[in-house]
C-alpha cells in the first residue's frame, strides 16, 4: 500500500527567540519558505555583525523548493533572503513595499537578477501543491500579510506580524471580514505570533504617537529636535514628516539605512513627503535649530548607528548641544537596554533633553496584546496551533492563552529550531529533527559558529598568550631563547621570565631530534603555561604555541 505523504512543517527559526524568522511547509516533492529573517548579535557574541537561520537542510533540498513568500519587509523577516539566494535561485513574493525594500538590499549583494515578484492584499499565487493568499494586516510597516495556505490536507495560516489598529496612518485596518470568511471554511493549523502575548489589553494605535509629537514640538519651539527611531517604522517616519510640516520645519535624515527605507518606501508610494521638507544633512548648518528636526538611526543604542556617533562626537555634520531635544521613538529589545541608558546618560551629559518611552508615549509597538490575538483565534478557529516569534516564555504563554479559548493539549504543539511537525487531518505530532540553527555573519560565513564564538569570548575575557620556539631540523637543538607574544592580558617581567623557563623546561623533556609530528609537545606546552598563568594571574588565556623548524 502506498503511504500517504503528510504536510510538514520545519522551524528554521523565529521560535524559542526574537527575530531570524523562517519556516518551510513541506508536502511531497514540494517546499515553500515562509519568511528568511536575520537578528542582531548580543554582547556575548564579539566581532559578529548580524546572525542568520542555518539553511542547510532548504540547500540540500532546493530542487523541492518551489518559492519564498514574505510577510513584511522588516529585516527579521526579509534579513536573511540574500543569502539563501545565493544558494537557491527561486521566486520571492512580497508586497510593493516588501520587495522595494528587498531589490535595495538584493542590489547591494549584486543579486540584480533574483527573480522578485508583487502581490497585492488578496493575491493568490500558485507554489507546487501549495496556494497562498496573502492577507493584509496591521503592523508597523506598510504592506504588511498574514498568509492563507492551501495544502493537500487542508488550510494553515500563518499571522505574520501583526495588531489590530483601528485607525491606521496609512492604508486600511486588518482585513478581519477575510479572515472570518477562511475560518468558517475551516482552518486546520494556525500559526499565530507571539510577541506581546504578555500583554493585556489592545495594543495602542500609531495615531497616539502623533498626538505626543505634536506637544512634544510645541513644547520646544525654539530648540533643534532629533528623532531616533527604527528606520523600518515607515509609518513612524510618516507621522514625523507631517508634524514637522506643520511647524514649518525641515527634515533631515541621517543613518544609511534611514535614507535606503525612506527612499524605498517614497518609490513604493508608501511615504508621502511633504512638499519642500526634506533637505540633506549637508545643509543643515543653513537653518536655525528652530526650524530643523533630524531622523535618525540609534534607537537600540547601536555602536556605529547614527545617534551613538553624535553621542560620541564622531558625527561631522551633527554636533549635539544644549539646546536640542532627544527623542528615542522606540522602546529597548530584550538586552539592549544597557547600550540604550548609556547613549541617553551621555546625552544628558551633553547638555540635551532626553524623551523616551517611560517618560513619554513616543513609542507604540506593532504587535498585538493578548485581546486582539483572541480576536485572531476566534475569527480562525484553527484545529491545530503552534505559537510562533517568541521567546519560549512567550510560545508558553500563548499555549495557555489558546487553552483558555477552549483548545486541548493534545491540539497544540511548542516547537524549536530543528522541529519538523507533521499535520493530519487528525493528527499533530513531532516528527524527525533535521539540522538548523544560527549562522554568524562578520562579512563572511562562519561555519564552525559554537567554536569561534567561544573562541572570540575566550579571547576578549582572557586574552592571548603565543609561545614561539625555533628547533634545528638537523640536529633538534633549540636555536635560540623561547620568544612570548602576549594580547589582552598582562604580566610582569618576571612573569614572563618564568614562562619562559616553563617552555625551555619543556622543550628539554623531549628528544626533539625525533619529535616528526609536534602536536604532543604542543599540548604540554599549553598544559604547562596555563597551569603557571592560572595559578599567578586568576585568567585562563587562549594559549597557542608556535614550532618553527630551521
Do not use: W
Not at 547591494?108 to 508583487?118: D, G, H, I, R
Amino acid at each position: 500500500m502506498k503511504k500517504k505523504n503528510n504536510l510538514k512543517i520545519r522551524f528554521l527559526g523565529g521560535v524559542g527567540e526574537i527575530g531570524k524568522n523562517m519556516t518551510a511547509l513541506e508536502f511531497g516533492h514540494d517546499i515553500i519558505v515562509i519568511d528568511a529573517g536575520l537578528t542582531f548579535p548580543s554582547q556575548d557574541m564579539p566581532g559578529v555583525d548580524i546572525v542568520i537561520p542555518d539553511a542547510t537542510y532548504l540547500i540540500q533540498n532546493k530542487e523541492k523548493i518551489k518559492g519564498i513568500v514574505l510577510t513584511h519587509g522588516h529585516e527579521d523577516h526579509i534579513g536573511s533572503v540574500p543569502y539563501l539566494l545565493k544558494d537557491i535561485n527561486v521566486p520571492v513574493y512580497g508586497t510593493k513595499m516588501t520587495i522595494a525594500l528587498l531589490s535595495a538590499k538584493l542590489k547591494e549583494f549584486k543579486l540584480p537578477s533574483a527573480k522578485l515578484k508583487v502581490v497585492k492584499e488578496r493575491d493568490r499565487i500558485n507554489l507546487g501543491v501549495f496556494s497562498v493568499e496573502f492577507i493584509h494586516v496591521n503592523h508597523s510597516i506598510s504592506g504588511s500579510c498574514a498568509l492563507a495556505i492551501t495544502t493537500p490536507v487542508g488550510v494553515v495560516v500563518h499571522s505574520g506580524d501583526f495588531k489590530i489598529d483601528l485607525t491606521p496612518i496609512s492604508g486600511e485596518i486588518i482585513d478581519l471580514s477575510r479572515l472570518s470568511e477562511i475560518g468558517k471554511k475551516g482552518v486546520l493549523l494556525l500559526m499565530c505570533e507571539s510577541t506581546n502575548v504578555e500583554r493585556t489589553g489592545y495594543t495602542l494605535s500609531e495615531t497616539a504617537v502623533r498626538q505626543t509629537f505634536e506637544h512634544l514640538f510645541s513644547d520646544n519651539l525654539k530648540r533643534r529636535i532629533i528623532i531616533a527611531t527604527f528606520s523600518s517604522n515607515v509609518h513612524r517616519i510618516q507621522q514625523i514628516l507631517n508634524v514637522a510640516s506643520r511647524f514649518r520645519r525641515k527634515v533631515a535624515l541621517s543613518g544609511r539605512s534611514m535614507l535606503n527605507v525612506v527612499e524605498a518606501a517614497k518609490g513604493a508610494g508608501e511615504l508621502k513627503v511633504p512638499e519642500n521638507t526634506l533637505i540633506d544633512i549637508e545643509k543643515i548648518k543653513n537653518y536655525a535649530d528652530k526650524d530643523l528636526v533630524i531622523i535618525c538611526t540609534g534607537s537600540q543604542g547601536e555602536p556605529m548607528s547614527a545617534l551613538t556617533r553624535m553621542t560620541a562626537d564622531d558625527y561631522p555634520q551633527v554636533k549635539i548641544s544644549d539646546n536640542d531635544t532627544i527623542i528615542i521613538s522606540a522602546s529597548p529589545i530584550p538586552g539592549n537596554e544597557k547600550s540604550i541608558y548609556s547613549v541617553i546618560n551621555n546625552l544628558y551629559k551633553k547638555g540635551a533633553e532626553v524623551v523616551y518611552d517611560s517618560i513619554e508615549k513616543v513609542h507604540v509597538s506593532g504587535h498585538a496584546c493578548q485581546e486582539e490575538i483572541k480576536i485572531f483565534h476566534s475569527l480562525l478557529k484553527p484545529k491545530f496551533f503552534i505559537p510562533v516569534h517568541g521567546e519560549y516564555r512567550h510560545l508558553k504563554k500563548h499555549v495557555k492563552l489558546a487553552r483558555e479559548m477552549g483548545m486541548k493539549d493534545s491540539e497544540m504543539m511548542i516547537a524549536e529550531i530543528g522541529d519538523t511537525v507533521e499535520v493530519t487531518p487528525k493528527s499533530i505530532k513531532k516528527a524527525e529533527r533535521f539540522q538548523a540553527g544560527s549562522r554568524f555573519v562578520d562579512g563572511l560565513y562562519i561555519d564552525d559558529d559554537d567554536a569561534t564564538i567561544r573562541d572570540r569570548v575566550h579571547l576578549g575575557g582572557d586574552g592571548l598568550i603565543i609561545p614561539v620556539c625555533c628547533i634545528s631540523s638537523e640536529n633538534g637543538t633549540v636555536l635560540q631563547r623561547p620568544d612570548l607574544i602576549f594580547k589582552g592580558i598582562t604580566l610582569s617581567d618576571g612573569q614572563t621570565d618564568d614562562i619562559i623557563e616553563i617552555i625551555e623546561r619543556t622543550l628539554a623533556s623531549y628528544d626533539l631530534k625525533a619529535i616528526g609530528d609536534t602536536r604532543e609537545i604542543k599540548k604540554k606546552l599549553r598544559s604547562s603555561v596555563r597551569n603557571y598563568v592560572m595559578k599567578k594571574t586568576k585568567n585562563n588565556p587562549m594559549i597557542i604555541p608556535v614550532i618553527t623548524e630551521i
